[in-house]
């Protein structure tokens, strides 16, 4: 059994990003928890027009807290009885905000894989036009780099609805997640009174698992980016294709991420603080 790491945006991306991840390592078994920078924040103006306003910034809420306590709170709830998150921790930072890039954040990120200790972080790609996305990624980095954790774990990077919004981004590994595409869907419609399904989900995260099902072989795809050691210095050679397989051109597909064989109490191999012991898992998918 592995432990699950996803850090995001907003809970409304939980299920946009990693939806399909989620549900296939909840399925088996896996411990799944959730860490999200800016959320609950305030209503949203699709749903909530008046919100926002000048001196009207929760709209027919009044307060955070009111917000919070009557739709927030239970977004969140809903979206990991959905998907099988076994927690959700909401940072409440404000977004687009300087202090996504501050200190404080690397202290609390490498605070909460110490508590944790996952075998697998997935977060944004680093590269795109989204300042809580990019902070999210490169607030991960710089944690593995820069601090001395208990256990170093494997990070993957998952991409962000459009190429519009993740720059530069390719897969170097695919998650199955035809058998869990509907809880993605259905954790969509959680949120903003089901307007997320229609406003996010079709337009956009749907054709983007279809086209990713479609490079590698099966019905609907997550695409994920690893972060090798050193950043590629220790990357392994491409995997091969074997007969149970659908042919593919890149890749070979699996439903979960798996952990890498790290040792405990090392420093991280990215950077450098580098064990010149270390040894990398190159079998992705094993």
């Not at 390592?25 to 209503?43: R, S």
């Not at 990120?109 to 697998?120: E, G, Q, R, W």
């Not at 969509?188 to 406003?199: A, F, L, P, Q, R």
């Not at 979960?256 to 950077?271: A, D, I, S």
């Amino acid at each position: 059994m592995a432990k699950l790491m996803v850090v995001t945006t907003y809970v409304d991306e939980i299920p946009l990003h990693a939806g399909g991840l989620i549900a296939n390592h909840a399925e088996a078994g896996d411990e799944v928890v959730v860490i999200v920078l800016c959320y609950p924040g305030y209503p949203s103006k699709v749903v909530y027009p008046e919100a926002r306003e000048e001196g009207n910034l929760y709209g027919r809420f009044k307060t955070k807290q009111n917000y919070t306590d009557r739709v927030a709170s239970k977004e969140k709830q809903d979206v990991a009885e959905v998907l099988g998150i076994n927690e959700i921790l909401t940072l409440d930072y404000e977004a687009y905000g300087d202090e996504l890039f501050s200190g404080e954040l690397i202290d609390k990120f490498a605070s909460l894989i110490n508590k944790y200790t996952p075998d697998i972080v997935v977060t944004h790609w680093p590269i795109g036009d989204y300042t809580d996305f990019i902070a999210a990624g490169s607030g991960v980095m710089r944690t593995i780099i820069s601090k001395k954790l208990k256990k170093i774990p494997r990070v993957y990077f998952s991409e962000t609805l459009t190429g519009k919004h993740t720059l530069c981004f390719k897969p170097t590994i695919y998650v199955d997640i035809s058998e869990t595409m509907e809880k993605k869907r259905k954790a969509c419609s959680c949120i903003w009174k089901g307007m997320t399904e229609e406003y996010f989900f079709w337009p956009f995260a749907e054709p983007i698992a279809s086209f990713r099902g479609r490079e590698c072989g099966v019905r609907y795809a997550e695409a994920y980016a690893q972060l090798y050691g050193t950043f590629g210095i220790l990357r392994g050679p491409g995997l091969t294709v074997t007969e149970d397989r659908h042919p593919m051109s890149v890749d070979r597909t699996v439903k979960r991420l798996v952990r890498g064989n790290f040792r405990e109490g090392t420093y991280p191999t990215y950077g450098p603080n580098q064990d010149p012991k270390y040894e990398p898992d190159r079998k992705l998918g094993k």
